[in-house]
């Protein structure tokens, strides 16, 4: 406990506001390093740089929780009770679907465990380490607090530290933060409350270094990184009942009662009214009893969430976790990262500024080297604009990047190195300038890597064809292009920098900025043929040449998307770890928010914004604002927690492993599968396969099938089952015969229910779910919008039943079940094709729409025949004989139920039509 102690104390002291000197004096280092003797010491005291792991659950712990189930203690009883009386088929059915269940959650049940291991995989093996005096390489476990590491291009940081020294430093923190974008690295303190993600003199655990070299001293190694801590976040959220399973529970106990209701007072009509010998109604009671709770039903349910599961994979969800596909039924809070998801995470060049012309615009987005450029309404070709062309030329030459088709691919493009430089790559290859050709007749001779004090980069070329003529090209901040420029290109020719052209500058590069785009300015100068290295000295009196914006855009179904998800009753937050600006001009370019706010206070809030709010404000910043930027792994926590106390179902989505805690939180974590960290992955329930948004609001329209579909079989069950109680309750209460033995009644729940069940949980959606809100969360499967049609069903399917039997019963008993028991099966099978549809007429829907439901009503009607003609079932089951001619007229009576039903849904539509006028 002590060594974790000291280590907190270490993390308390806010290192990224102390100066070098402080830094150095508070961890008791120095800047040749530490010795090895105190290195070793240091070991004992904080412990090893690494990520601790909670010992596993057992494995047969987590198989034996897989039984824990409302559902499955029901089953248990049904086939205690069916061993008892020795229907085996009966046990063994209940035994493979527990089974199956069981075995299909155990497999789910260590993601935690999955995503800490992930994290674990981010910590490097090797590091560089000064130790006395002597610059070594080590195992990354054995960096301890006040060590002096080296850190240089495509090296991954070892532990999180303070920078002391830097070369053009810049890493790569998309692991943490979700922006793609390398971050320039500074040494000064920075104020105390400044957040993680904004804390420009430290470097972390995990991430990567993208250009220069740094030295850094370690301030904080294994569980006490972000990282480490992320992992104990991850540790200790709950992992809590899905949607679906406390529904399924709730469902359970509703069927197990009505279930007993109905074998209780059958016992009692038969044993106190009818008198029946006790061996006899017990017997009957039991096998209503077993009739009643339904085995087949788990079982039925898991090939419902598999097919959600399939289509939803169609629409590029790939489901994880299979109850999420019912839980996204009741979403009603996405909380949505923006790189990646709401854009591209493809930085694409939109916007050319050129002194003296009027803005040229380019089209595309992605690497795919294909667009055109417009310029007052007309497409134009580049190249014929003389000074546009030298402006590619500059972008394409002064850039360390390169455009690389994929193998087998024709139009799928990747790029090495800096976003940014890429989609100047794609933009100049867009006006047909590629940077190979450019290489055959110019040579770089030197070159200045991008400075964060200089804001630029420049390269020094030598012209091959024209006698080794030289120009210095130079790329970077716009401030910094202007205040190293005398001249402007104004129409190809070279003029002398005004104020005027300083402030129109100023004007196109606030216009750029404005609408969220990054923006460079690009500058050139010729010089002497002599010279052959570059230096800081001889990039002024540049001829400034234009302004290029660039932007990740959105993408181009997002904006319908969010429509979709607005008209569904789904509220979108965007929380990213971009700029407040960026994510506004996104939010408003996609309709998050309207363009006319002004004030952006209104619609956006940083993470340094809500860390001063006390937690009403909090609370109801959350509740109002729909835009959050800079925010860091605790803050994303934060807002999904508040939202889920407020009684919210809350989908996050992320890609980073900054974001992991949250989609551990979330009622449903959704991953990016394309830019997605493992660590993520493991942490949610789904993986988009093509990192859309739109993908999301596809994947909750099939959720809200899925419930559909559940109700839907779960509803056909309970009607048959009430059907059977209520014509063997009245019957005994008319003192007729029994109208069906218990095994004619196992045949109907196990058989004949089986095959008609199995057919309603493939049916597709027939409304459009997305115009209606999302349900209630603590809302039922079974409630009370479903008793009006269950009594209506079952009146019928007993008064038909009833009146057949008492019919045949003057002729004789057995054939009287018979009728009974085919009136009985007819009307189930009809049944199933009235619950295609729960509100739509089966004339709108087709009745033949669902070929699985075709079938179905052939292979049961085959069943029916062959259980009643086959003379050894015949004896089985105790049959007389029906003439085809009577079957038939059974199969008309019981076909009545289809027009019952559909006179009721004409007047549900009316209700419900006058209900939302009103």
């Not at 990520?51 to 203690?73: A, D, H, N």
């Not at 049904?78 to 679907?97: H, K, L, N, P, T």
């Not at 925010?631 to 407020?646: C, H, S, T, Y």
């Not at 109680?725 to 007729?736: E, Q």
Request: charged content about 25%; aromatic content about 8%.
């Amino acid at each position: 406990m002590n060594i974790i102690k000291e280590d907190k104390n270490l993390a308390k002291n806010k290192f990224h506001a102390k100066t070098v000197h402080e830094v150095l004096q508070e961890l008791n280092s120095k800047i040749e390093g530490l010795s090895k003797g105190e290195a070793n010491a240091r070991i004992v005291k904080y412990g090893l740089n690494e990520i601790s792991e909670k010992k596993e659950s057992s494995q047969i712990i987590i198989f034996l929780k897989q039984f824990k189930s409302f559902m499955v203690y029901i089953l248990a009883i049904a086939a205690a009770i069916s061993f008892f009386f020795e229907r085996m088929i009966d046990v063994y059915v209940i035994i493979g679907v527990v089974a199956v269940n069981a075995v299909v959650g155990y497999f789910q049940e260590s993601k935690a465990e999955k995503a800490i291991r992930a994290l674990k995989e981010m910590i490097v093996q090797r590091a560089k380490v000064y130790r006395d005096g002597e610059l070594v390489q080590i195992p990354a476990k054995y960096i301890v607090p006040g060590d002096m590491i080296l850190v240089e291009e495509g090296d991954r940081i070892p532990a999180d530290a303070r920078l002391i020294e830097i070369n053009n430093f810049r890493t790569v923190e998309s692991s943490l933060t979700g922006e793609p974008y390398a971050v320039d690295k500074i040494i000064k303190p920075l104020p105390e409350k400044t957040s993680f993600i904004d804390q420009k003199n430290m470097i972390w655990l995990g991430t990567f270094a993208a250009a220069g070299h740094g030295r850094a001293i370690v301030t904080a190694g294994g569980d006490n990184t972000i990282i480490g801590k992320l992992a104990t976040t991850i540790e200790n959220i709950e992992q809590r009942k899905s949607h679906f399973q406390a529904r399924i529970d709730v469902m359970a106990k509703q069927m197990a009662f009505l279930a007993v209701v109905g074998a209780l007072i059958i016992f009692i009509v038969g044993y106190f009214i009818r008198k029946m010998l006790l061996k006899d109604v017990f017997i009957f009671t039991i096998a209503s009893l077993v009739a009643g709770i339904p085995e087949g039903l788990p079982s039925i349910l898991a090939i419902v969430l598999a097919i959600g599961a399939y289509r939803m994979a169609k629409r590029n969800a790939i489901i994880r976790n299979r109850y999420s596909t019912e839980t996204l039924a009741v979403v009603d809070v996405i909380i949505t990262d923006k790189t990646g998801t709401l854009t591209k995470n493809k930085i694409t060049v939109q916007e050319i500024a050129l002194p003296g012309q009027s803005e040229i615009y380019v089209t595309g987005a992605g690497y795919e080297p294909k667009g055109e450029f417009y310029q007052d309404k007309k497409q134009i070709v580049p190249l014929e604009n003389k000074h546009l062309n030298k402006f590619l030329h500059i972008i394409s030459f002064c850039n360390n990047s390169r455009l690389i088709r994929k193998e087998n691919h024709e139009t799928e493009y990747e790029i090495f190195g800096e976003p940014t430089e890429a989609a100047m790559i794609v933009a100049a290859e867009k006006a047909g300038i590629k940077k190979e050709a450019i290489l055959e007749k110019e040579k770089r001779i030197d070159e200045m890597p991008f400075n964060p004090q200089l804001k630029y980069r420049a390269s020094l070329s030598v012209l091959t064809e024209k006698n080794g003529e030289r120009e210095i090209y130079v790329v970077g901040a716009p401030e910094s292009a202007i205040k190293h420029s005398r001249f402007i290109l104004k129409n190809g020719r070279k003029t002398r920098l005004t104020k005027k052209d300083a402030i129109e500058i100023e004007r196109k590069i606030d216009n750029l900025t404005r609408k969220a785009m990054r923006v460079l300015g690009v500058a050139y100068k010729e010089t002497h043929s002599g010279m052959n290295e570059l230096h800081e000295k001889d990039t002024f009196e540049l001829i400034f040449t234009g302004l290029v914006g660039m932007s990740d855009p959105p993408r181009e179904e997002v904006k319908e998307a969010i429509g979709r998800a607005t008209e569904a009753g789904i509220r979108v937050i965007m929380a990213t770890g971009d700029h407040k600006n960026t994510a506004v001009a996104i939010a408003k370019e996609i309709g998050l928010i309207k363009q006319e706010h002004e004030n952006e206070k209104l619609v956006a809030l940083t993470g340094a914004e809500l860390a001063e709010m006390n937690e009403r404000d909090f609370e109801k910043a959350v509740k109002n604002v729909s835009v959050f930027a800079r925010l860091d792994p605790v803050m994303k926590l934060k807002i999904a927690k508040i939202l889920q106390r407020e009684g919210h179902v809350v989908a996050m989505t992320g890609d980073g492993v900054n974001d992991a805690p949250a989609l551990k939180q979330a009622d449903i974590g959704i991953a990016m599968g394309k830019i997605g960290t493992d660590v993520a992955r493991e942490s949610s329930e789904i993986v988009l396969a093509d990192d859309n948004f739109a993908s999301i609001i596809n994947a909750i329209e099939e959720g809200r099938t899925v419930f559909i579909n559940t109700r839907r079989t779960s509803f056909f069950l309970v009607t048959t089952g009430f059907a059977e109680h209520a014509t063997i309750i009245a019957t005994m209460l008319l003192n007729l015969p029994l109208p069906l033995l218990p095994a004619q009644i196992l045949w109907l729940n196990i058989v004949g229910g089986g095959v008609t069940d199995l057919a309603l949980s493939t049916e597709q959606v027939h409304e459009y779910r997305l115009k209606e809100k999302p349900r209630k969360k603590d809302e039922n499967i079974l409630n009370k919008d479903v008793l009006p049609p269950i009594i209506l069903m079952t009146l019928v399917m007993m008064i038909l039943t009833i009146a057949v039997f008492n019919f045949y019963l003057k002729i004789d008993e057995t054939k009287a079940r018979t009728a009974a028991f085919a009136v009985i099966s007819f009307t189930q099978i009809f049944n199933m094709v009235n619950m295609r549809s729960l509100r739509e007429s089966l004339f709108k829907v087709g009745f033949f729409g669902n070929k699985y439901v075709t079938w179905a009503f052939l292979v049961s009607t085959f069943l029916l025949l062959v259980v009643i003609y086959i003379p050894f079932l015949q004896n089985v089951f105790e049959f007389g004989y029906l003439s085809y001619f009577e079957l038939f007229a059974l199969f008309l009576i019981s076909f009545s139920i289809i027009p019952t039903v559909e006179i009721y849904k004409i007047f549900r539509r009316r209700r419900r039509a006058r209900l939302i006028g009103s």
